[in-house]
């Protein structure tokens, strides 16, 4: 029998933070994180992690799992969720996936296996130096050439993902993108209300502008400062967030204080954008059009509405 999950994803600074939490109050749900910097410890303005008073009582999992030095994967990803949605469901409450990372999504919503895909340690430190001597653009590029779809996805600092696509090419002859499509035509083990949200483009870059002043309000820099006294540097796949790597040159002397502020805003509105294509693709998503909304409690009734014809609960 299939296990029940609630998704609920969008573009960073779309409200899904306010929206699970209130959500999971009337379906006693329990969250279960997908976003791949809220797994780091000490990493928590940069990432717009919920503190304790946000959660307001609603478990969150998936959050604080690991050290910023640890290596993290979508196949450990799924792995530990995995566990994370059997524990709640055998506890008689909903897991509410949220977040924005894409791919940990998919790892739940599509039987992706790459147990045959070995990892090619020598070819990894080959491209590693690669992107060290020529930087991130230029792996991208080779990714480019065999899996454009992929290149699309991935920013060119995301250099731990682009090797693995690399990797995965190198060693089966499939792109990373072929083993996706291939997935969608097996059976999962779960029913999906899959939701996702989104609003005008401009507020939505109004919004991504507001919460990256209140980040440096809260004290960005002195996260990104303590992080460094700690032994942490810009180049680990840790410190590769939206937000970390900005600061680090600021603190470097590379940029002032306004324009990292500016630097950030920018490329978070264009991850915004990515996030947006990727979830698009995906014709199971029920998408929730912020703006045609009055308040809170009429996108929750939408929302309850869905799940429970999605669950056959009406």
Known sequence: MKKNIVIIAGPTASGKTLLSIEL????????????????YKYMDIGSAKPTIDEMQGIPHHMIDIIEPEEEFSVALYRQKAGECIDDIISRGKMPVVVGGTGLYINSLTYPLDFTNTSQDKEYRLYLQKLAENYGGEYIHNMLREIDAESAARLHPND?????RALEVYKNTGKTMTEYILESRSKEIEYNLAYMGLYMDRQKLYDRINKRVDEMFEKGLVDEVKKLKNMGYNKNMTSMQGIGYKEVFDYLDGIYTLDEVKDIIKQNTRHYA????????????IHWIDIDKFNDVDEILENMIYYIESKFNLV
Do not use: P, Y
Request: no cysteine; proline share 0%.
């Open 159 to 163: 250099i731990k993902r682009i090797i």
């Open 273 to 284: 954008k990515r996030q947006l294509t990727w979830f698009r693709r995906e014709e199971r």
């Open 24 to 39: 999971s109050k009337i379906i006693n749900g329990e969250i279960v994180s997908a976003d791949s910097m809220q797994i």
